[in-house]
């Protein structure tokens, strides 16, 4: 295996670039992209020529968007150009959404006109649908041919296409019919026709169905690759396994990094620091908005702390269990709704269950704020951890209830459930927390008589 170390030596000393050429051409293309990603940006662009032409298309495709956008710059015109026609329609879509306009307009015109309409018809659709993410490399039957014609077709004109796994049988007008496996062509007569090998129970996506309900028709049915239709019915394209498990983790980092409160959603490890502060300082400022309301909610009740000051050590334990108990909820819930485990039409059930779940973890919770309130007040407080309990029990109960009610509702609402943030939720119950804890507090010492000694 080729280390980053010895490439670098190569790289440097021309008697050892016939060897470091030998075995970039000899490893598998996704560790050649692994190896070249990770050079300084000066050197990728000599290891890139380095590669022979198949090679240099496989390991192109594998490298990061950012890498790709370099090396365009970089490359000869007659290199990038055979590299673009080579790529694969949705492949070569992804990476024209990222480049500067006026760099696209120049591909797509080097492009041969098949690869052009192809493109053209990916970019046509909004993004993060199906259309946006299918490939138009597929393998069609004519619904009139025999099983033997039918491998002679794929063995003579199908060779490049992505998947040859499913081949898909439509009429004159390109409709889609039926479905067939290479399994069942190879284990069929040569002279059975198509329409009877075939299946007509077809799984089918439509162009502007959204990428996450494809993944998950295609975890349903266990599929490798899925049809694309139109409105009409016609066969437009497919959508493969590889493209599922990106749209998955592409889905599931969008999600994650929402509920963080990172605005864009996609933020990648290694990102500039400018972008870092973009998608992170808006919601920072936000919640540090929420939190400066929170703290004018608690600006009225100084005189009380200061009266009681054991709820300086209660508050914060307070504050953060109800938070925690929060983001729990609302994470469970979202997970359920974006793998399709529940809908909205199972609020109810899932709600009942949170109700017992709440009760039982608001008891012992709000037990524990109890007694390590009674721990740390002197005798004549011990009231302090009374309230002090059922008020985190309250809490606990109502961020339980919010963290599955909200992402509910916001589904029903046909909205993304991730744009609702944690830091915006846990931040709303520390304000309102605090606010019933302290008014409690005022009470007993106002109007019942109650003081700290």
Known sequence: MLTQ?????????IADLNQLKWELNSLPAVDVGDYIAELPGKRRAIAFR????????????YLPQEVQEELIGSLHDTQVCQIMEAMRPDDRAELFDELPAGVVKRLVQQLSPSERQATATILGYPEATAGRVMTTEYVRLREGLTVGEALSKIRLSDQDKETIYYAYVTDDNRKLVQVVSLRQLLFSIPDALIRDVASYRVIKAYTEMPQEEVARLMQRYDLIALPVVDREDRLVGIITIDDVIDILEEEATEDIQRLAGLS???????SSPWVTIQNRLPWLLGVMALYIGAASAIAPFQTVISQVP???VIMPIFSNTGGTVAIQAVTVTIRGL????????DTLR?????VLAALGTASVLGLTLFLLSFIWTTPGSRWVGIIAGLVMGINVFVAVILGTLLPMGIKRLKLDPAMMSGPLLTTTLDAVGFI???SLISLALNVFGLKPH
């Open 5 to 13: 170390q010895q490439g670098r030596v190569a790289l440097e000393d």
């Open 310 to 312: 054991v709820l300086a």
């Open 338 to 345: 974006s793998v399709g485990e529940v809908t909205p039409l």
């Open 50 to 61: 380095l590669l022979n032409k198949a090679q240099a298309i496989d390991v192109f495709e």
């Open 350 to 354: 899932i709600l009942r269950k949170e």
């Open 436 to 438: 019933i804890f302290l």
């Open 264 to 270: 864009s959603g996609d933020e990648e490890a290694l």
